[in-house]
């Protein structure tokens, strides 16, 4: 004869869920967490923002020094001088 297996209920049923770290923490716990990351994701746009702005600055200096450097104005020209006679 064949061997019968026996259908074992499982131990954790549907409305048993592990506790997760959300269950375990305090309501104020979490808003201090999200206030803290509120604040990180702000401060990081600020610094972004910074960058980029001092990025365009030292752009923009460097084009001025470029347009009075006359070496390079001349590599840089429109070399056809016919078509301004």
Partial sequence: MAKRRDSKPSTASKGDKP???KDLLGADTISKLKEQAANLER???ERKAAARKQ???ARRAE???LESDFEYLLNNSDMDWHKYK
């Fill in 19 to 21: 506790a997760t770290l």
């Fill in 43 to 45: 401060e990081q746009e």
């Fill in 55 to 57: 990025a365009e600055e």
């Fill in 63 to 65: 084009q001025k020094r």
